[in-house]
């Protein structure tokens, strides 16, 4: 007999059922994903900016990405060039801003400091998503310690979330999709029984699941596998020859059993620090100028994950969409003797990288730093010709990064990274660091 499958806003899940495969899972993942974040950062400290569309844009003010539900639904594409919305802009009055960058990583700490009370562990997806292990809830209702979890994040920060629930991180991806797009959810989507996830599976689209790539989409919908539902109807051996382990992992978690299980790796395996110059660049000293900046800033993300790298890599090249002008790209990779994460030390690195592929005669738009093969910190094997102070420069580090916390960012820096900033990223539309910045503080008249 066939099941009716609801649709639209009738479509849901959270009516009442018994435990999801009881008495052989006793904890669920929850997904919580901030809604339309960069759009809802903005809002936070400008409540003007309530119910009118919004767009962000990318470095130097190139293409959207990041829209408003009200930017959406005028039919903004991500990743247009912004010069193309002009006319589609200035009708519809569409707020557009600057990415700002300092202020979402700031909000971004403050959401995840907020969810982070609530279960037993975190991982910190992406700037604006976080999982979380319900381990134990077995005898808690979910719906309603969700909804809890979206009421405080939303009091504490101001920023919109939606929370989906299931036995496996896939399934909680999906569940988080309905929790966003249907109000009656508020805000919370909980797939606890094999009737919810048939359900919502069958409501999916292929290539919307978590770990399904484009071509991997188009791929099965050769197949006539169009639905999340198809796919798990498929037999394992039939995935595993298809797509491979990635893809049986997917099938098993949409099935509802655990394989990816949560990252206690907080530390990043390279860094890169790259960006593209507001105007181009043909002389040497404001190209250093900017490398040694990128420098500096992987050594001191590399301080605040306590680790030192062992391989950094400088590279820069010409605009690739100008075939009018020459063509110029160039990158030279080299080991450092001693692993380190010295500012110093990574900037005399970079800039001697720098010096040996540098070419006259090119408008140069971008430039950027790597540092990989990154170790914990700890005691190392010295080099026998190694002269370098290193204790007396590791104190100067951590006096360096002390002021830069109490004072504000880059108070204290290398000579090398300089002040004219000729390279700097153009942001014209830069929103305020209202939580960051004292001058930025928005004034209340009471």
Known sequence: ?????????????????????EGVRSNFFGLIDCNNFYASCERVFNPSLNGQPIVVLSNNDGCVIARSSEAKALGIPMGEPAYKLKELIETNQVCVFSSNYVLYGDMSHRVMNTIVEFATEMEIYSIDEA????DGFENIDLKAYGEKIVRTTIRNTGIPVSMGIAPTKTLAKVANRFAKKYKAYKGVCVIDSDEKREKAL???????????????????????????WDFTQRTKSWVRHTMGVVGERTWLELRGT?????????????ICTSRSFGERLTEYAPVSEAVANFAASCAEKLRKQHSYACVLTVFLHTNPFATNQAQYYNQKVMQLSVPTNDSTELINYALRGLTGIFAEGYRFKKAGVIVSEIIPERPLQADLFDTRQREKFNKVMKVMDSLNESYGKQKVKVAAQGFDRKWKLKNEKLSPCYSTNLKDVPNVNV
Request: hydrophobic content about 30%; some cysteine; glycine content about 6%.
């Open 202 to 228: 069958k409501l999916t689209d292929i290539g919307d699941v978590w770990g399904i790539g484009r071509q991997f989409s188009k791929k099965l919908q050769y197949y006539s596998i169009n639905t999340a």
């Open 131 to 134: 999982y979380l292990l319900l």
């Open 258 to 270: 655990p394989c990816i299980e949560m990252d206690h790796s907080s530390s990043k395996k390279s």
């Open 1 to 21: 007999m066939n099941k009716r499958i609801n649709t639209g806003d009738d479509a849901n899940f959270n009516s009442p059922s018994d435990s999801y495969r």
